[in-house]
T-cell receptor
Framework: AQKITQTQPGMFVQEKEAVTLDCTYDTSDQSYGLFWYKQPSSGEMIFLIYQGSYDEQNATEGRYSLNFQKARKSANLVISASQLGDSAMYFCAMREKGGSEKLVFGKGTKLTVNP | KAGVTQTPRYLIKTRGQQVTLSCSPISGHRSVSWYQQTPGQGLQFLFEYFSETQRNKGNFPGRFSGRQFSNSRSEMNVSTLELGDSALYLC?????????????FGEGSWLTVV
């Protein structure tokens, strides 16, 4: 079964610094998709970045980049120049195989940005 | 372009009642999925719909049901509510299954069962 592991329950970073949130995944499929979402306390799940397993380049979206290491089965999120508004829960997720749109989520990392 | 819209945002129900939650996907998106999020269990998949057909269902009791309409809008229903059903219910939409498209979520519906 597919599994997502986020080993950092909580992370702290100083404003304007970069931070890396870890995500490892387990799958036997060759084709899969990896997502990162941000969830503030309001509950909304905000899409940040997507990486397809066949994408040769690491995905980037503004201050977010995904450090995709396929052989190590890791998909770490890098947030550059942290802002106070980045304080939230961050979830790594994988789209299941077989044409399903079902996502398997990790337990999340709570990021706190300090001024 | 409007995002995924969920209504209501907040609701309080009494044990034994039933509840219906609504989800309008992003325009053009035809695949809709539902998730339950609780502090103890995290994010758990409920069901997935495409072209008014349920394609996938999570490990939830039959009290949880859903449907999708011809305009891709979706509803989920929970009957005979239990205290443990208190959760954030999230709806997600994407273009279609198997196309590798991005999956977007709505703001969620906070359900409290008392």
């Amino acid at each position: 079964a597919q599994k997502i592991t986020q080993t950092q329950p909580g992370m702290f970073v100083q404003e304007k610094e970069a931070v890396t949130l870890d995500c490892t995944y387990d799958t036997s499929d060759q084709s899969y998709g990896l997502f990162w979402y941000k969830q503030p306390s309001s509950g909304e799940m905000i899409f940040l970045i997507y990486q397809g397993s066949y994408d040769e380049q690491n995905a980037t979206e503004g201050r977010y980049s995904l450090n995709f290491q396929k052989a190590r089965k890791s998909a770490n999120l890098v947030i550059s120049a942290s802002q106070l508004g980045d304080s939230a829960m961050y979830f790594c997720a994988m789209r299941e195989k077989g044409g399903s749109e079902k996502l398997v989520f990790g337990k999340g990392t709570k990021l706190t940005v300090n001024p | 372009k409007a995002g995924v819209t969920q209504t209501p945002r907040y609701l309080i129900k009494t044990r034994g009642q039933q509840v219906t939650l609504s989800c309008s996907p992003i325009s053009g998106h035809r695949s809709v999925s539902w998730y339950q999020q609780t502090p103890g269990q995290g994010l758990q998949f409920l069901f997935e719909y495409f072209s008014e057909t349920q394609r996938n269902k999570g490990n939830f009791p039959g009290r949880f049901s859903g449907r999708q309409f011809s305009n891709s809008r979706s509803e989920m229903n929970v009957s005979t509510l239990e205290l443990g059903d208190s959760a954030l219910y999230l709806c997600a939409s994407s273009l279609a299954p198997g196309q590798g498209s991005v999956i977007y979520f709505g703001e969620g519906s906070w359900l409290t069962v008392v």
